[in-house]
């Protein structure tokens, strides 16, 4: 099966050149890693969105200068699948000319049971082209809790509690078009939690600014935050507004611009997969426990919850504002500890300062590693194999990423034990997971 292995070295000899704008009639045949589609013409690889295997579509090339592969947007469904479904936002549907197409909903078109099983398909294609592990993993739909409205679960809207808008030159707020950096007003945001619906400021203008993002928290009212641009052009950081997230009994402070899981159930979710995925046999309190890129101190309160106060563990998180708010929510923690440092600067010092009995004390102990979606990289993956913790939990929010560091960590002698994947971005291609390692 072709999936998104589909890359330039392994492609077919290419077929003549053809330009920007040409429209083909194509067969789609498999999904790829990104949210976008693969179908053949004259032998190339087209990579091609807003449609999905099993369709024949006519679809207009945006992208013909590579060698191996073009690019292209779908124009009109010929034939469609079956799985095919009215899209979730007009503003994002076929109906749409490609460059006025909403972005980020690109499943949007998809049955949601068969989202989950192309999300699964790139997992699992990941795992085996990578890192040569075979799995019959399972994406895992995430309910929305007791508020969501009817609808909301059963057609993947109504779950994000953090959205940013991107603002025009004149002002003009929207979502970005998808694959592109051009604003598109919208009138609506179905993915978007309720409250942060109706409270995003989509028919205002906000003229000289960056972005404007909207918050809506656990306790307390929608945050709004209006960003300047640096002079990049980039989002200035916003003034530190507190808020406070609940998960389960526990309440985290943290700022209202700073990292927090997007989808109304993520962050509980996480935590209790983290929880269940720890082997108990192989954790010691006493030992250096770590959690790595640690943010405001949610999977190392996980660990602290589940094996008692006295843990020893460490959260190290290179935004100061964040370890600010993770001393203060891992405070009741006697053996918790923060550290602003960036991890692969962390690990050099461990590795290159520890003592015989330190070392023992590294080897005994529990690693919870959350990267960001680029992954941990070889450079991380290396310095804790010279630590050599008893297990690692890798909570992963790319399946590429995720594949990756796991074939770098077998290289080490670390196996995958545990595998779950959970559904916390509908009708979008990303998809997150959370795995056991040990050796």
Avoid at 135 to 155: K, Q, T, Y
Wanted: proline share 6%; with cysteine; charged share 25%.
């Amino acid at each position: 099966m072709a999936t998104s292995n589909d890359t330039p070295a392994n492609l077919p000899a290419p077929a003549p050149a053809a330009e920007v704008g040409t429209e083909l009639e194509l067969l789609v045949t498999n999904v790829a890693h990104g949210g976008i589609f693969i179908a053949r013409h004259e032998g190339r690889v087209v990579f091609v969105s807003d449609t999905l295997p099993g369709e024949r579509v006519r679809a207009r090339l945006t992208s013909a200068n590579h060698k191996s592969f073009w690019r292209a947007e779908t124009v009109e469904v010929l034939d469609a699948a079956r799985e095919r479904q009215p899209h979730i936002w007009a503003s994002a549907a076929l109906e749409r000319d490609p460059d006025d197409r909403a972005g980020g909903a690109e499943f949007g078109h998809i049955e949601l049971g068969f989202q989950r099983e192309l999300k699964r398909q790139v997992l699992a294609d990941s795992l085996k082209r990578m890192a040569q592990i075979e799995s019959d993993v399972v994406v895992e739909p995430v309910p929305l809790g007791p508020n969501a409205s009817p609808g909301d679960a059963a057609d993947g809207t109504g779950w994000r509690t953090r959205v940013r808008l991107h603002v025009d030159e004149d002002g003009t707020v929207g979502p970005y078009a998808a694959r592109s950096h051009r604003v598109i007003p919208v009138g609506d945001l179905p993915l978007a939690e309720r409250m942060l619906e109706a409270a995003a400021p989509l028919d205002q203008r906000f003229p000289g600014a960056a972005s404007v993002d909207v918050v809506s928290p656990s306790l307390g009212t929608v945050q709004i935050l209006v960003s300047e641009p640096d002079a990049r052009g980039k989002p200035k950081a916003t003034p530190r507004t507190l808020i406070r997230e609940v998960v389960g009994d526990r309440e985290f402070r943290l700022d209202a611009g700073g990292f927090w899981q997007v989808h109304v159930r993520a962050a509980d979710t996480l935590y209790h997969a983290v929880q269940d995925l720890i082997d108990p046999e192989l954790f010691d309190p006493r030992a250096t426990n770590l959690d790595l890129y640690g943010g405001v101190g949610l999977l190392a309160a996980a660990v602290g919850d589940k094996f008692g106060s006295t843990v020893r563990i460490t959260s190290v998180e290179s935004d100061a504002h964040a370890t600010d708010f993770a001393a203060e929510n891992l405070a009741e923690w006697v053996g918790a500890s923060v550290r602003t440092d960036r991890v692969d600067r962390f690990l050099a010092g461990l590795v290159r300062d520890a003592s015989a009995a330190e070392r023992a004390k590294h080897q005994a102990a529990t690693v919870v590693l959350d990267p960001p979606r680029s992954g941990a990289g070889h450079e991380v993956i290396d310095q804790l194999a010279v630590l050599s913790p008893k297990q690692i939990v890798y909570v992963a929010c790319d399946p590429v990423a995720l594949a990756r560091d796991i074939a770098l960590l077998a290289g080490h002698g670390y196996e995958l034990r545990k595998l779950r994947a959970f559904d916390l971005f509908p009708n979008t291609h990303h998809v997150e997971a959370v795995a056991l390692l040990s050796k």
